[in-house]
Protein backbone atom coordinates (compact mmCIF):
# COMPACT_ATOMS: atom_id res chain seq x y z
CA UNK A 1 0.00 0.00 0.00
CA UNK A 2 1.49 3.28 -0.67
CA UNK A 3 0.17 6.32 1.84
CA UNK A 4 0.87 9.53 -0.23
CA UNK A 5 0.87 11.63 2.79
CA UNK A 6 1.63 9.67 5.49
CA UNK A 7 1.01 10.53 9.28
CA UNK A 8 4.32 9.79 11.96
CA UNK A 9 5.04 10.20 14.95
CA UNK A 10 7.92 12.38 16.03
CA UNK A 11 9.63 10.09 18.78
CA UNK A 12 12.81 12.41 19.50
CA UNK A 13 13.98 16.28 18.32
CA UNK A 14 17.34 17.10 18.59
CA UNK A 15 19.79 20.44 17.56
CA UNK A 16 22.85 19.22 15.67
CA UNK A 17 25.82 20.25 16.80
CA UNK A 18 25.70 24.41 16.94
CA UNK A 19 24.22 24.43 13.59
CA UNK A 20 20.51 25.81 12.72
CA UNK A 21 19.65 21.93 11.72
CA UNK A 22 17.16 19.56 13.92
CA UNK A 23 17.34 15.66 13.43
CA UNK A 24 14.45 14.12 14.05
CA UNK A 25 13.21 10.35 14.73
CA UNK A 26 10.12 9.32 12.72
CA UNK A 27 7.86 6.31 13.57
CA UNK A 28 4.77 4.71 12.27
CA UNK A 29 3.99 2.81 15.26
CA UNK A 30 5.95 -0.30 14.12
CA UNK A 31 9.22 1.10 12.96
CA UNK A 32 11.81 4.19 13.30
CA UNK A 33 13.77 6.16 10.91
CA UNK A 34 16.27 8.99 11.02
CA UNK A 35 15.56 12.04 9.83
CA UNK A 36 16.37 16.13 8.86
CA UNK A 37 14.03 19.14 8.92
CA UNK A 38 15.13 21.15 6.38
CA UNK A 39 15.85 24.87 7.47
CA UNK A 40 12.32 26.35 7.17
CA UNK A 41 10.73 24.07 9.36
CA UNK A 42 13.24 25.30 12.26
CA UNK A 43 10.57 27.76 13.28
CA UNK A 44 7.81 24.40 14.12
CA UNK A 45 10.73 23.72 16.68
CA UNK A 46 11.53 26.74 18.35
CA UNK A 47 7.89 27.80 18.68
CA UNK A 48 7.16 24.51 20.65
CA UNK A 49 4.46 23.23 18.34
CA UNK A 50 6.23 20.08 17.10
CA UNK A 51 8.45 18.29 20.11
CA UNK A 52 8.65 14.72 21.01
CA UNK A 53 5.72 12.43 20.59
CA UNK A 54 3.72 15.00 18.16
CA UNK A 55 2.26 13.81 15.22
CA UNK A 56 2.66 15.09 11.57
CA UNK A 57 1.48 14.73 7.88
CA UNK A 58 4.75 14.45 5.53
CA UNK A 59 2.98 16.54 2.70
CA UNK A 60 6.66 16.90 1.10
CA UNK A 61 9.96 14.67 1.42
CA UNK A 62 12.81 13.30 0.19
CA UNK A 63 14.66 10.31 1.19
CA UNK A 64 19.14 10.48 0.61
CA UNK A 65 21.49 7.77 1.27
CA UNK A 66 23.90 8.23 3.69
CA UNK A 67 26.43 5.23 4.90
CA UNK A 68 24.09 2.99 3.35
CA UNK A 69 20.98 4.08 5.14
CA UNK A 70 18.03 6.26 3.68
CA UNK A 71 17.52 9.65 5.91
CA UNK A 72 14.14 11.43 5.57
CA UNK A 73 14.14 15.28 4.42
CA UNK A 74 11.62 16.80 5.78
CA UNK A 75 10.60 19.72 3.52
CA UNK A 76 6.74 20.19 4.29
CA UNK A 77 5.03 18.86 7.20
CA UNK A 78 1.75 19.50 9.06
CA UNK A 79 1.09 19.41 12.93
CA UNK A 80 -1.94 17.28 13.65
CA UNK A 81 -1.60 16.76 17.15
CA UNK A 82 0.56 16.61 20.33
CA UNK A 83 0.02 13.13 21.71
CA UNK A 84 0.95 12.06 25.26
CA UNK A 85 3.08 9.34 24.84
CA UNK A 86 5.34 7.28 22.29
CA UNK A 87 2.86 4.98 20.42
CA UNK A 88 3.35 1.26 20.16
CA UNK A 89 7.16 -0.15 20.23
CA UNK A 90 8.91 0.40 17.47
CA UNK A 91 12.40 -0.61 16.34
CA UNK A 92 14.78 0.41 13.58
CA UNK A 93 13.17 -0.43 10.25
CA UNK A 94 16.64 -1.42 8.92
CA UNK A 95 17.01 -4.29 11.88
CA UNK A 96 13.82 -5.71 11.56
CA UNK A 97 12.16 -8.59 9.28
CA UNK A 98 10.85 -5.70 6.83
CA UNK A 99 9.05 -8.95 4.67
CA UNK A 100 6.58 -9.95 7.54
CA UNK A 101 3.72 -8.96 8.86
CA UNK A 102 3.22 -6.00 11.20
CA UNK A 103 1.12 -7.51 13.84
CA UNK A 104 2.59 -4.98 16.73
CA UNK A 105 1.52 -2.16 14.95
CA UNK A 106 -0.44 0.67 17.20
CA UNK A 107 -3.93 0.86 16.33
CA UNK A 108 -4.84 3.67 13.75
CA UNK A 109 -0.88 4.07 13.01
CA UNK A 110 0.18 4.40 9.64
CA UNK A 111 3.21 2.01 8.09
CA UNK A 112 5.90 3.97 6.02
CA UNK A 113 7.58 1.22 5.02
CA UNK A 114 6.28 -2.23 3.25
CA UNK A 115 9.59 -2.48 1.35
CA UNK A 116 13.23 -2.34 1.49
CA UNK A 117 14.57 0.87 1.12
CA UNK A 118 14.85 1.43 -2.36
CA UNK A 119 18.12 1.27 -4.33
CA UNK A 120 19.85 4.88 -5.65
CA UNK A 121 18.62 5.88 -9.25
CA UNK A 122 19.66 7.94 -11.19
CA UNK A 123 16.29 9.89 -11.57
CA UNK A 124 13.90 12.09 -9.26
CA UNK A 125 11.27 14.53 -9.19
CA UNK A 126 12.14 17.67 -8.01
CA UNK A 127 11.14 18.48 -4.49
CA UNK A 128 10.91 22.45 -5.46
CA UNK A 129 9.03 22.01 -9.07
CA UNK A 130 5.47 23.36 -8.41
CA UNK A 131 2.68 20.29 -7.87
CA UNK A 132 -0.95 19.67 -8.55
CA UNK A 133 -1.05 17.64 -6.10
CA UNK A 134 0.54 17.25 -2.09
CA UNK A 135 1.98 14.21 -2.91
CA UNK A 136 5.50 13.36 -1.42
CA UNK A 137 8.78 13.50 -3.44
CA UNK A 138 10.41 10.38 -5.11
CA UNK A 139 13.35 9.22 -3.87
CA UNK A 140 16.46 11.19 -4.53
CA UNK A 141 19.07 9.34 -6.12
CA UNK A 142 22.92 9.78 -6.85
CA UNK A 143 23.97 10.89 -9.68
CA UNK A 144 27.23 10.45 -10.68
CA UNK A 145 29.99 10.30 -14.03
CA UNK A 146 29.59 11.51 -17.11
CA UNK A 147 26.82 9.34 -18.78
CA UNK A 148 24.31 9.90 -15.26
CA UNK A 149 23.82 13.58 -16.66
CA UNK A 150 21.02 15.20 -14.60
CA UNK A 151 19.15 17.68 -15.48
CA UNK A 152 19.71 21.61 -13.49
CA UNK A 153 15.79 21.61 -12.37
CA UNK A 154 16.65 18.33 -10.41
CA UNK A 155 19.22 19.62 -8.70
CA UNK A 156 19.22 20.08 -4.41
CA UNK A 157 21.47 20.72 -1.33
CA UNK A 158 20.97 16.66 -0.13
CA UNK A 159 22.63 15.41 -3.14
CA UNK A 160 26.22 13.33 -2.55
CA UNK A 161 26.95 13.46 -6.33
CA UNK A 162 25.78 14.40 -9.28
CA UNK A 163 27.00 15.60 -13.04
CA UNK A 164 25.26 18.48 -15.35
CA UNK A 165 25.94 19.51 -18.63
CA UNK A 166 25.47 23.13 -19.57
CA UNK A 167 26.67 25.87 -21.84
CA UNK A 168 28.41 28.56 -20.12
CA UNK A 169 26.15 31.83 -21.05
CA UNK A 170 28.23 34.69 -19.09
CA UNK A 171 31.58 34.44 -16.83
CA UNK A 172 32.11 37.60 -14.92
CA UNK A 173 35.38 39.05 -14.39
CA UNK A 174 38.18 37.97 -11.39
CA UNK A 175 37.43 39.90 -9.04
CA UNK A 176 39.47 40.44 -5.26
CA UNK A 177 39.00 41.03 -2.01
CA UNK A 178 40.42 42.50 1.21
CA UNK A 179 39.82 42.58 4.74
CA UNK A 180 39.99 41.59 8.17
CA UNK A 181 38.99 38.46 7.26
CA UNK A 182 41.82 38.04 4.47
CA UNK A 183 41.99 37.93 0.96
CA UNK A 184 41.08 36.54 -2.29
CA UNK A 185 39.26 36.59 -5.37
CA UNK A 186 36.38 34.90 -7.16
CA UNK A 187 34.23 34.45 -10.19
CA UNK A 188 31.31 33.64 -11.66
CA UNK A 189 30.13 31.46 -14.33
CA UNK A 190 26.10 30.70 -15.29
CA UNK A 191 25.38 27.27 -16.70
CA UNK A 192 22.21 26.77 -19.20
CA UNK A 193 21.04 23.19 -19.94
CA UNK A 194 19.29 21.31 -22.65
CA UNK A 195 16.15 21.47 -20.32
CA UNK A 196 16.60 25.81 -20.85
CA UNK A 197 17.38 26.12 -16.85
CA UNK A 198 20.11 27.94 -16.03
CA UNK A 199 21.95 28.17 -12.68
CA UNK A 200 24.96 30.56 -10.89
CA UNK A 201 28.39 28.66 -9.85
CA UNK A 202 31.59 30.83 -8.03
CA UNK A 203 35.10 30.00 -8.05
CA UNK A 204 36.73 31.25 -5.08
CA UNK A 205 40.75 31.38 -4.23
CA UNK A 206 42.73 28.71 -5.67
CA UNK A 207 39.94 27.09 -7.61
CA UNK A 208 39.38 30.57 -9.03
CA UNK A 209 42.62 30.79 -10.46
CA UNK A 210 42.97 27.34 -11.66
CA UNK A 211 40.01 27.82 -14.04
CA UNK A 212 39.84 31.33 -14.90
CA UNK A 213 41.89 30.76 -18.30
CA UNK A 214 39.76 26.95 -19.19
CA UNK A 215 36.27 27.80 -19.25
CA UNK A 216 35.15 29.53 -21.78
CA UNK A 217 32.04 31.22 -22.53
CA UNK A 218 29.44 29.66 -25.54
CA UNK A 219 31.29 25.91 -25.11
CA UNK A 220 29.51 23.43 -23.56
CA UNK A 221 30.87 21.55 -20.42
CA UNK A 222 29.98 18.45 -18.30
CA UNK A 223 30.26 20.16 -14.55
CA UNK A 224 30.43 17.76 -11.70
CA UNK A 225 31.45 18.45 -7.75
CA UNK A 226 30.83 21.66 -5.70
CA UNK A 227 28.38 22.15 -2.83
CA UNK A 228 24.83 23.55 -3.19
CA UNK A 229 23.12 25.79 -1.43
CA UNK A 230 20.12 28.29 -2.09
CA UNK A 231 20.09 31.40 -3.78
CA UNK A 232 20.38 34.65 -3.15
CA UNK A 233 17.35 36.54 -5.73
CA UNK A 234 18.53 39.70 -5.15
CA UNK A 235 22.02 38.78 -6.98
CA UNK A 236 21.38 35.97 -8.81
CA UNK A 237 19.07 35.96 -11.87
CA UNK A 238 19.54 32.76 -12.88
CA UNK A 239 15.72 30.48 -13.14
CA UNK A 240 17.11 27.84 -10.65
CA UNK A 241 16.90 28.21 -7.01
CA UNK A 242 19.88 26.88 -6.09
CA UNK A 243 23.41 27.91 -7.06
CA UNK A 244 26.75 25.99 -6.78
CA UNK A 245 29.98 26.31 -5.24
CA UNK A 246 32.89 25.00 -6.95
CA UNK A 247 35.80 23.60 -4.77
CA UNK A 248 38.83 20.96 -5.60
CA UNK A 249 35.95 18.05 -6.25
CA UNK A 250 35.08 20.05 -8.87
CA UNK A 251 35.70 18.03 -12.30
CA UNK A 252 34.44 20.00 -15.60
CA UNK A 253 35.64 18.55 -18.77
CA UNK A 254 34.55 19.96 -22.68
CA UNK A 255 32.29 17.91 -24.82
CA UNK A 256 31.05 18.43 -28.34
CA UNK A 257 29.20 21.28 -29.53
CA UNK A 258 25.74 20.07 -28.57
CA UNK A 259 22.71 22.12 -30.84
CA UNK A 260 19.78 21.00 -27.91
CA UNK A 261 21.80 23.29 -25.63
CA UNK A 262 20.66 27.00 -26.86
CA UNK A 263 22.99 30.26 -26.84
CA UNK A 264 21.22 31.83 -24.04
CA UNK A 265 17.25 32.66 -23.82
CA UNK A 266 16.63 36.37 -24.03
CA UNK A 267 13.47 37.71 -23.46
CA UNK A 268 13.79 40.68 -25.71
CA UNK A 269 12.49 44.42 -25.06
CA UNK A 270 12.76 47.06 -28.30
CA UNK A 271 14.36 49.50 -26.74
CA UNK A 272 11.40 52.44 -27.88
CA UNK A 273 9.66 50.39 -25.07
CA UNK A 274 12.37 51.32 -22.57
CA UNK A 275 10.85 54.89 -21.85
CA UNK A 276 8.18 53.76 -19.92
CA UNK A 277 9.64 51.75 -18.03
CA UNK A 278 10.61 51.30 -14.35
CA UNK A 279 14.19 52.13 -13.06
CA UNK A 280 15.94 49.31 -11.88
CA UNK A 281 14.10 46.37 -14.19
CA UNK A 282 16.31 44.25 -15.66
CA UNK A 283 15.57 43.32 -19.05
CA UNK A 284 17.04 42.27 -22.37
CA UNK A 285 17.67 43.92 -25.17
CA UNK A 286 19.25 43.15 -29.27
CA UNK A 287 20.48 45.93 -31.49
CA UNK A 288 23.18 47.17 -33.59
CA UNK A 289 26.28 49.25 -31.49
CA UNK A 290 26.40 51.93 -33.64
CA UNK A 291 29.36 54.24 -31.42
CA UNK A 292 31.68 53.08 -28.88
CA UNK A 293 32.93 55.90 -25.96
CA UNK A 294 36.57 56.18 -24.69
CA UNK A 295 37.69 54.19 -22.02
CA UNK A 296 37.41 56.39 -18.79
CA UNK A 297 37.95 55.58 -14.90
CA UNK A 298 36.07 56.26 -12.22
CA UNK A 299 36.78 55.71 -8.41
CA UNK A 300 34.20 53.90 -6.35
CA UNK A 301 33.37 55.63 -3.63
CA UNK A 302 33.11 52.73 -1.00
CA UNK A 303 36.11 50.46 -2.20
CA UNK A 304 38.12 53.37 -3.60
CA UNK A 305 39.14 50.51 -6.29
CA UNK A 306 39.37 52.46 -9.87
CA UNK A 307 36.83 51.36 -12.18
CA UNK A 308 37.02 50.83 -16.16
CA UNK A 309 34.03 52.37 -18.04
CA UNK A 310 32.94 52.37 -21.79
CA UNK A 311 29.50 53.70 -23.21
CA UNK A 312 27.99 51.74 -26.29
CA UNK A 313 25.36 53.51 -28.06
CA UNK A 314 23.07 50.83 -28.92
CA UNK A 315 19.56 51.51 -31.46
CA UNK A 316 17.30 48.54 -33.04
CA UNK A 317 14.73 49.00 -35.44
CA UNK A 318 11.57 50.60 -33.09
CA UNK A 319 14.13 53.63 -34.46
CA UNK A 320 15.65 54.34 -31.01
CA UNK A 321 19.04 54.25 -29.54
CA UNK A 322 20.24 54.51 -25.89
CA UNK A 323 23.33 54.15 -24.02
CA UNK A 324 24.76 51.21 -22.24
CA UNK A 325 27.32 51.00 -19.82
CA UNK A 326 30.38 48.10 -19.69
CA UNK A 327 32.57 48.42 -16.97
CA UNK A 328 36.49 46.10 -16.16
CA UNK A 329 37.20 44.31 -18.56
CA UNK A 330 34.00 44.77 -20.68
CA UNK A 331 35.14 48.00 -21.17
CA UNK A 332 38.58 47.83 -21.48
CA UNK A 333 37.88 45.27 -24.91
CA UNK A 334 34.68 47.00 -26.01
CA UNK A 335 36.98 49.30 -29.16
CA UNK A 336 37.99 46.27 -30.60
CA UNK A 337 34.97 43.49 -29.91
CA UNK A 338 32.09 46.28 -31.21
CA UNK A 339 34.00 47.27 -34.07
CA UNK A 340 31.87 47.73 -37.64
CA UNK A 341 28.53 47.62 -35.97
CA UNK A 342 27.88 44.41 -34.58
CA UNK A 343 24.11 43.34 -34.24
CA UNK A 344 24.86 42.52 -30.16
CA UNK A 345 22.65 40.88 -27.63
CA UNK A 346 22.21 41.67 -23.85
CA UNK A 347 21.08 39.50 -21.39
CA UNK A 348 20.49 41.20 -17.41
CA UNK A 349 20.72 44.87 -18.47
CA UNK A 350 19.42 47.40 -15.15
CA UNK A 351 17.84 50.04 -16.47
CA UNK A 352 18.47 53.29 -15.08
CA UNK A 353 17.11 57.12 -15.29
CA UNK A 354 20.31 58.07 -14.94
CA UNK A 355 20.74 60.90 -18.36
CA UNK A 356 17.10 60.20 -19.30
CA UNK A 357 17.11 56.55 -20.07
CA UNK A 358 20.39 54.67 -20.09
CA UNK A 359 20.79 50.82 -18.74
CA UNK A 360 24.08 49.35 -17.05
CA UNK A 361 25.74 45.59 -16.95
CA UNK A 362 25.79 44.37 -13.78
CA UNK A 363 27.77 41.04 -12.31
CA UNK A 364 25.39 39.15 -14.26
CA UNK A 365 25.10 40.63 -17.48
CA UNK A 366 25.82 38.44 -20.43
CA UNK A 367 27.06 39.43 -23.63
CA UNK A 368 26.38 37.74 -27.50
CA UNK A 369 27.97 39.52 -30.70
CA UNK A 370 25.96 37.94 -33.41
CA UNK A 371 23.91 35.16 -31.89
CA UNK A 372 22.48 32.80 -33.42
CA UNK A 373 19.04 33.43 -33.32
CA UNK A 374 16.26 35.04 -35.75
CA UNK A 375 16.06 38.58 -34.08
CA UNK A 376 19.64 38.55 -35.43
CA UNK A 377 18.58 38.62 -39.03
CA UNK A 378 16.17 40.91 -38.85
CA UNK A 379 17.86 43.32 -36.66
CA UNK A 380 20.77 43.20 -39.53
CA UNK A 381 18.37 43.34 -42.17
CA UNK A 382 16.60 46.75 -41.13
CA UNK A 383 20.02 48.64 -40.52
CA UNK A 384 21.21 47.16 -43.78
CA UNK A 385 18.06 48.23 -45.43
CA UNK A 386 17.78 51.86 -43.57
CA UNK A 387 19.09 51.69 -40.33
CA UNK A 388 22.08 53.18 -40.32
CA UNK A 389 20.32 56.45 -42.34
CA UNK A 390 17.62 56.65 -40.46
CA UNK A 391 16.48 59.62 -37.60
CA UNK A 392 16.45 57.82 -34.50
CA UNK A 393 15.08 58.95 -31.57
CA UNK A 394 17.90 58.96 -28.47
CA UNK A 395 16.52 57.88 -25.15
CA UNK A 396 20.08 59.21 -23.28
CA UNK A 397 20.26 62.70 -24.50
CA UNK A 398 20.08 64.10 -21.31
CA UNK A 399 23.21 62.65 -20.07
CA UNK A 400 25.63 59.57 -19.43
CA UNK A 401 28.99 58.85 -18.39
CA UNK A 402 31.77 61.55 -17.89
CA UNK A 403 33.95 59.51 -20.22
CA UNK A 404 31.28 59.64 -22.97
CA UNK A 405 31.45 62.85 -25.83
CA UNK A 406 27.88 63.79 -26.39
CA UNK A 407 26.25 63.85 -29.88
CA UNK A 408 25.89 67.32 -31.62
CA UNK A 409 21.97 66.90 -31.24
CA UNK A 410 22.12 65.87 -27.55
CA UNK A 411 24.40 69.43 -26.22
CA UNK A 412 22.52 71.95 -23.99
CA UNK A 413 23.50 75.58 -23.79
CA UNK A 414 25.04 76.66 -20.03
CA UNK A 415 21.86 78.77 -19.43
CA UNK A 416 20.01 75.33 -19.91
CA UNK A 417 20.92 75.16 -15.59
CA UNK A 418 19.33 77.80 -14.95
CA UNK A 419 16.32 77.39 -17.51
CA UNK A 420 15.70 73.52 -16.39
CA UNK A 421 16.37 74.17 -13.11
CA UNK A 422 19.13 71.28 -13.45
CA UNK A 423 20.21 70.00 -9.96
CA UNK A 424 17.32 70.18 -7.89
CA UNK A 425 16.42 66.49 -8.42
CA UNK A 426 17.09 63.67 -6.13
CA UNK A 427 19.93 62.62 -7.77
CA UNK A 428 22.39 65.02 -9.92
CA UNK A 429 21.43 66.52 -13.78
CA UNK A 430 23.64 65.22 -16.29
CA UNK A 431 24.78 67.87 -19.24
CA UNK A 432 26.94 68.51 -22.21
CA UNK A 433 27.86 72.00 -23.88
CA UNK A 434 30.37 74.08 -26.03
CA UNK A 435 32.01 76.15 -24.00
CA UNK A 436 34.82 78.37 -23.84
CA UNK A 437 37.41 78.67 -20.67
CA UNK A 438 36.99 82.66 -19.70
CA UNK A 439 38.78 82.63 -15.98
CA UNK A 440 40.77 79.93 -13.97
CA UNK A 441 40.72 80.45 -10.03
CA UNK A 442 44.53 79.91 -9.74
CA UNK A 443 45.88 81.89 -6.99
CA UNK A 444 44.42 79.41 -4.24
CA UNK A 445 46.91 79.53 -1.02
CA UNK A 446 49.55 76.95 -1.51
CA UNK A 447 48.71 76.36 -5.23
CA UNK A 448 45.48 75.39 -7.26
CA UNK A 449 46.04 71.92 -5.90
CA UNK A 450 46.18 69.34 -2.53
CA UNK A 451 48.53 67.14 -1.52
CA UNK A 452 47.62 63.53 -1.92
CA UNK A 453 48.61 60.41 -0.96
CA UNK A 454 52.21 59.04 -3.22
CA UNK A 455 51.08 55.08 -3.06
CA UNK A 456 48.78 54.32 -6.10
CA UNK A 457 47.77 50.92 -4.68
CA UNK A 458 44.51 50.23 -2.56
CA UNK A 459 43.20 52.14 -1.06
CA UNK A 460 44.80 55.71 -1.76
CA UNK A 461 45.86 55.22 -5.19
CA UNK A 462 47.27 58.74 -5.01
CA UNK A 463 43.20 60.21 -4.18
CA UNK A 464 43.43 60.49 -0.76
CA UNK A 465 44.73 64.06 0.94
CA UNK A 466 47.66 63.93 3.54
CA UNK A 467 48.84 65.88 5.78
CA UNK A 468 52.14 67.22 6.41
CA UNK A 469 54.03 66.64 9.91
CA UNK A 470 55.78 68.38 12.12
CA UNK A 471 58.95 66.42 11.48
CA UNK A 472 58.38 68.01 7.56
CA UNK A 473 56.95 64.41 6.46
CA UNK A 474 53.68 63.58 5.12
CA UNK A 475 50.82 61.36 6.95
CA UNK A 476 47.99 59.38 4.96
CA UNK A 477 45.07 58.79 7.83
CA UNK A 478 43.70 56.14 5.03
CA UNK A 479 46.47 53.67 4.71
CA UNK A 480 47.67 54.79 7.88
CA UNK A 481 51.32 55.57 6.31
CA UNK A 482 54.15 58.46 6.45
CA UNK A 483 55.94 59.33 3.76
CA UNK A 484 59.08 61.79 2.70
CA UNK A 485 57.00 63.05 -0.25
CA UNK A 486 53.75 63.56 -1.21
CA UNK A 487 51.69 63.83 -5.03
CA UNK A 488 49.94 66.69 -6.21
CA UNK A 489 46.66 66.59 -8.08
CA UNK A 490 44.80 69.78 -9.38
CA UNK A 491 41.37 70.96 -7.59
CA UNK A 492 40.30 74.63 -9.07
CA UNK A 493 37.71 76.34 -10.27
CA UNK A 494 36.72 78.23 -13.82
CA UNK A 495 34.49 79.83 -15.65
CA UNK A 496 32.63 78.43 -18.82
CA UNK A 497 30.57 80.76 -21.25
CA UNK A 498 28.68 80.35 -24.27
CA UNK A 499 26.87 82.69 -26.18
CA UNK A 500 23.84 82.17 -23.54
CA UNK A 501 25.16 82.09 -20.47
CA UNK A 502 28.12 81.99 -17.91
CA UNK A 503 29.06 79.59 -14.78
CA UNK A 504 31.45 78.75 -12.37
CA UNK A 505 32.37 74.89 -12.68
CA UNK A 506 34.85 73.16 -10.10
CA UNK A 507 37.54 70.98 -12.38
CA UNK A 508 40.05 68.04 -10.25
CA UNK A 509 43.09 66.79 -11.68
CA UNK A 510 42.75 64.40 -15.04
CA UNK A 511 40.20 67.68 -16.29
CA UNK A 512 43.20 70.01 -15.22
CA UNK A 513 45.80 68.14 -16.91
CA UNK A 514 43.82 68.31 -20.46
CA UNK A 515 43.27 71.90 -20.01
CA UNK A 516 47.14 72.49 -18.96
CA UNK A 517 48.36 70.60 -21.93
CA UNK A 518 49.50 67.60 -19.71
CA UNK A 519 51.74 69.71 -17.19
CA UNK A 520 51.66 67.82 -13.83
CA UNK A 521 50.98 69.37 -10.81
CA UNK A 522 54.23 68.35 -9.14
CA UNK A 523 56.04 69.93 -12.10
CA UNK A 524 53.97 73.45 -11.77
CA UNK A 525 54.63 73.30 -8.35
CA UNK A 526 58.68 72.84 -9.03
CA UNK A 527 58.10 76.17 -11.00
CA UNK A 528 56.78 77.85 -8.15
CA UNK A 529 59.57 76.73 -5.63
CA UNK A 530 62.23 77.74 -8.09
CA UNK A 531 60.42 81.07 -8.99
CA UNK A 532 59.56 80.63 -11.75
CA UNK A 533 56.22 82.63 -11.98
CA UNK A 534 55.83 83.67 -15.37
CA UNK A 535 56.03 80.41 -16.79
CA UNK A 536 53.45 79.08 -14.10
CA UNK A 537 51.34 82.60 -15.07
CA UNK A 538 51.67 81.35 -18.76
CA UNK A 539 50.69 78.19 -18.58
CA UNK A 540 47.50 79.32 -17.14
CA UNK A 541 47.13 82.06 -19.73
CA UNK A 542 47.58 80.27 -22.70
CA UNK A 543 44.59 77.90 -21.31
CA UNK A 544 42.24 80.67 -21.32
CA UNK A 545 39.67 81.12 -24.40
CA UNK A 546 40.13 77.18 -25.34
CA UNK A 547 36.64 75.67 -26.95
CA UNK A 548 35.84 72.49 -25.23
CA UNK A 549 32.88 70.39 -25.62
CA UNK A 550 32.22 69.90 -21.41
CA UNK A 551 30.26 66.67 -20.00
CA UNK A 552 28.99 68.95 -16.60
CA UNK A 553 27.09 67.53 -13.19
CA UNK A 554 24.81 69.52 -11.67
CA UNK A 555 23.55 69.01 -7.62
CA UNK A 556 22.38 71.72 -5.60
CA UNK A 557 24.44 71.66 -2.34
CA UNK A 558 23.64 73.10 1.24
CA UNK A 559 25.81 75.70 2.12
CA UNK A 560 25.39 77.56 5.97
CA UNK A 561 21.29 78.56 5.35
CA UNK A 562 21.32 78.62 1.60
CA UNK A 563 21.03 76.90 -1.25
CA UNK A 564 23.67 76.53 -4.07
CA UNK A 565 24.15 74.81 -7.46
CA UNK A 566 26.99 73.02 -7.96
CA UNK A 567 28.73 72.31 -11.51
CA UNK A 568 31.55 70.09 -11.48
CA UNK A 569 32.87 69.04 -15.14
CA UNK A 570 34.20 65.60 -15.20
CA UNK A 571 35.74 65.85 -19.23
CA UNK A 572 36.63 68.38 -20.78
CA UNK A 573 37.14 67.49 -24.91
CA UNK A 574 39.15 69.94 -26.98
CA UNK A 575 36.94 71.08 -30.18
CA UNK A 576 37.32 69.25 -33.42
CA UNK A 577 36.70 72.00 -35.58
CA UNK A 578 36.08 70.07 -38.88
CA UNK A 579 33.91 67.29 -37.36
CA UNK A 580 31.82 70.63 -35.37
CA UNK A 581 31.68 72.41 -38.61
CA UNK A 582 30.22 69.30 -40.27
CA UNK A 583 27.77 68.83 -37.75
CA UNK A 584 26.44 72.13 -37.73
CA UNK A 585 26.25 71.57 -41.63
CA UNK A 586 23.66 68.53 -41.25
CA UNK A 587 21.67 70.56 -38.51
Known amino acids: IEVKSPNVQVINVKKVGTQDRYRVILSDGTHYIQGMLATQLNSLVTDGQLMENTIICLNEFISN??????????????????????????????????????????????????????????????????????????????????????????????????????????????????????????????????????IRGTFFKEDAQKWINVVEVDRVYTFSGGRLKVANPQWN???????????????????????????????????????????????????????????????????????????????????????????????RSAENDYAGCPVTAFKGLKLSDYGGRSCGSIMSTAILKSPRIPETERIRAWFDARGSNATVKNLSTGGGGAGRVETFEGRKTVSAIKDEQLGYNEKPDWLSFKATVSFIKKDKEGGPWYPACPNKEEPCRNMCKVISTSDDKWMCEKCNQQYDKCTRRYIFSLT?????????????????????????????????????????????DDALWGDFIVKAKVKSEQVADEQRVKTTAYSLHPVDYVKESKDLIKA
Not at 139 to 163: D, E, F
Not at 263 to 268: D, G, L, T
Not at 499 to 516: I, R
Request: aromatic share 6%; net charge negative.
Open 496 to 540: LSDNTSTCWASVFNDQAEVLLQGHKADEVEEWLTNGDYNKFEELF
Open 65 to 198: VVQDKTVLIVLKCAIVTNHPSKIGNPEEVYKANIGAPASAAAPGAQKMYNNPPPAPSSTYSNPYQNRTSSSSSSPVGRAGGAGNIIPISQLNPYQNKWTIKGRITNKGDMRTWNNAKGEGCLFSIDILDASGMD
Open 237 to 331: KCKCQHEITFDRSTDIVLCEEDASIQQNIFEFRQIGELESMEPDTIMDLIGVVTAISPVSTITAKKSGQELAKCELTVMDDSESQINVTLWGDKA
